[in-house]
């Protein structure tokens, strides 16, 4: 259901709470602030701006750094007072340069951790950056591009025989091996997963498209 800017509720100081969450990851980037000019700048440029309560003015992320975040969507809770805000972002959430602003882990389960692709990445990165004596991944980086597109060849062809043969048990083990050196492919050539998810994502637009054309 729309709803209109009207029907929020604002505090005594005129603010709304915003949760600014990443659109390919779910993952929360920051909480912020908005006053209803704020809100109505971030609908009209499709990209968020925020009221400071510190210095006490309107200030549209990434505006010094370039770290823009693009609106995809606004949504309202259920009491209408306070906002989650999907975006794609240009860079870093938080002023300190991490992805997001909540990067101080409190508590966590270790038996309920998630796994992701995305993390699986940052690991990898940082075996490139700081390479670690008896690390597979920092000895493919040592070896350089020429191995790291070999161990892709052989992984695909890996992949190929087990789905031939019909063993899906090691057709998963095999497709694993292949997304993970594919991952340090990427690291390597500077190939961010946002990379990959704006091409999909580009490429799911256009399909729909062709098949709504279809349709008629």
């Given at each position: 259901?729309?709803?209109?800017?009207?029907?929020?509720?604002?505090?005594?100081?005129?603010?709304?709470?915003?949760?600014?969450?990443?659109?390919?990851?779910?993952?929360?980037?920051?909480?912020?602030?908005?006053?209803?000019?704020?809100?109505?700048?971030?609908?009209?440029?499709?990209?968020?701006?925020?009221?400071?309560?510190?210095?006490?003015?309107?200030?549209?992320?990434?505006?010094?750094?370039g770290n823009?975040?693009?609106?995809?969507?606004?949504?309202?809770?259920?009491?209408?007072?306070?906002?989650?805000?999907?975006?794609?972002?240009d860079g870093?959430?938080?002023?300190?340069?991490?992805?997001?602003?909540?990067?101080?882990?409190?508590?966590?389960?270790?038996?309920?951790?998630?796994?992701?692709?995305?993390?699986?990445?940052?690991?990898?990165?940082?075996?490139?950056?700081?390479?670690?004596?008896?690390?597979?991944?920092?000895?493919?980086?040592?070896?350089?591009?020429?191995?790291?597109?070999?161990?892709?060849?052989?992984?695909?062809?890996?992949?190929?025989?087990?789905?031939?043969?019909?063993?899906?048990?090691?057709?998963?083990?095999?497709?694993?091996?292949?997304?993970?050196?594919?991952?340090?492919?990427?690291?390597?050539?500077?190939?961010?997963?946002?990379?990959?998810?704006?091409?999909?994502?580009?490429?799911?637009?256009?399909?729909?498209?062709?098949?709504?054309?279809?349709?008629?």
């Open positions: 259901m729309d709803i209109n800017i009207s029907q929020l509720k604002f505090d005594q100081n005129g603010l709304i709470p915003a949760i600014v969450q990443d659109y390919y990851t779910g993952k929360v980037l920051t909480l912020a602030y908005m006053t209803q000019e704020s809100l109505q700048i971030s609908i009209e440029e499709k990209r968020t701006c925020f009221y400071s309560r510190s210095r006490q003015q309107l200030w549209r992320k990434g505006e010094t750094s823009v975040q693009h609106i995809v969507s606004i949504t309202a809770d259920c009491d209408y007072d306070a906002l989650v805000i999907e975006v794609i972002k870093p959430a938080c002023h300190l340069g991490t992805d997001s602003c909540f990067a101080n882990d409190i508590y966590q389960d270790a038996e309920a951790k998630r796994f992701s692709l995305t993390d699986l990445y940052q690991l990898i990165e940082g075996r490139k950056t700081n390479p670690q004596e008896g690390s597979y991944t920092s000895y493919l980086f040592n070896k350089g591009a020429e191995k790291i597109l070999k161990k892709v060849g052989e992984e695909s062809t890996e992949v190929t025989i087990a789905a031939m043969k019909g063993n899906r048990e090691e057709t998963v083990f095999e497709i694993a091996d292949l997304a993970y050196h594919l991952l340090v492919l990427m690291v390597e050539q500077g190939i961010k997963p946002a990379d990959i998810e704006r091409e999909l994502a580009g490429r799911h637009v256009v399909d729909h498209k062709v098949k709504q054309e279809t349709m008629k």
